[in-house]
């Protein structure tokens, strides 16, 4: 073979950049793929390809003409019967995304059940993961939200009852009514006792409810909560076992969630509970998130052991309140403050309005944080400042470069001294010598990210 013609040839890639082609691509487009050649037909057949089952409204749907609908997706019962029979074995995960027609939401769950009851034994033993969201929130023009129920609800539980050995499970926006929600996650306690590591349940109920059935997951290490599922009692129930596995409580704020909190002090549980709370689980790290397009700010959790901050909605910024009173309860324990995903609102460029000044209170006033995410705009300036501010604990420091503005319009301060003024004012009029100084602090590998480059951060906490 002509050396120019090996080069190019699709037959020579290996096996792992070929299932990571393919993974990228829906159902039908990795078919099409299959028939390049032998070795793209193999690799459509590799179990890495099949381990995540994703139901949304386009899938193994097809359009059909009604007298009063007009077109609208039908779901095909025979082609999710197939895909099941051939690659189920295979599946780790099975994902609901939010499915507006409720019929075909319904019918999804019914072959997914009829599948599992038909076997004598398990048919999917890779299942690890289960996660459903329900569209609680129309499309529509004149959109809505309501919450689910009646035979989805029903048909939901018998569903969770026939999963087993499950270690990650996921649910969210159900909107029950409380009485609807009690026996909920009864028969997932008897199939995934032992084996359930990760929970999380957002805005299942519309109004404050308490899932007590989650103290008794012994493995459990992750929980995942709205304010309106916490209580006094649930915290003492969870610090109570031994051993205890818990180790990350997270409480994560939606547009959805005031649905169920009416004020801040009806999601805040009261600071004798949260000092019960260190003292029988020291080692519990508990995690304030919020979530989505929604302008309420986090409600904070006085005397908790919080050790992340995370804003990952694009319509919120830092504001005087939530900094100085994250900077209040949390000085000691706090570890990440972040602030994910690019903004959708307009940001100032004044320096009295932009939050330069409360993110280097923070950096000064919590000795242990490690990991700070800006994605406000500051000056050059201000990340100066920071790396003189902050303590050596801080080990992350993660900015947007479109949001930096190369200026210094810091007043000075009686603590500068007239050597680290001039070298400030000098050293922010490039972001060359900024980045070369904050690589002497964070590393050589240090740099300011593009937007591309911002939106894929995960954080680890």
Known sequence: MPRSKRRGSWEILPDIVIEQIFLSLTIPQRYNCSQVCRRWYEAFFSPRLWRRLLLNGRSFTHRRLTPFKGYWREIDHMRLKCYLGAVGQYCRCITFAPISNYYNLGEFIKVIRYFLGFFDDFPMPCLEEFVFTFACETGWEDS?????????????????????????????????????????????????CDTLKELEMLNCTKNAFAPTAVTRFSALR????????????????????????????????????????????????????????????????????????TDNDLAIQEGAPVSAVVYDTPVFKVVPKSVIQITDYYRQSLKVYAHLGLPRIRRPKSFVDRADTLLVLLVRECPNLGTLVIRDRVSTATLLVIRSEAAMSLRTLVVRRKAVILRCDWPRSKEWTNEFYDHLRMTSRSYDDVERELKKRFGTSWKMLSDREFKRIRLLT
């Open 144 to 192: 809505y939200v309501t919450g689910t129920g009646g035979q989805i609800l029903g048909e939901l539980k018998r569903l969770l009852a026939d999963l087993q050995g499950l270690s990650k499970l996921k649910i969210s926006n159900l909107l029950l009514s409380v009485c609807d929600a009690y026996e909920l996650l009864d028969d997932v306690v008897e199939n995934c």
């Open 222 to 293: 992750t929980l995942v909560l709205s304010p309106q599922h916490l209580s006094r009692s649930l915290l003492l129930e969870l610090v109570a076992q031994q051993p205890l596995a818990l180790e990350l409580l997270s409480i994560v704020q939606d547009r959805h969630t005031k649905l169920g909190c009416d004020d801040e002090a009806d999601s805040a549980i009261d600071i004798g509970t949260w000092a019960q709370v260190k003292h029988g689980a020291p080692g519990l790290r508990v995690r304030l998130e919020c979530r989505g397009i």
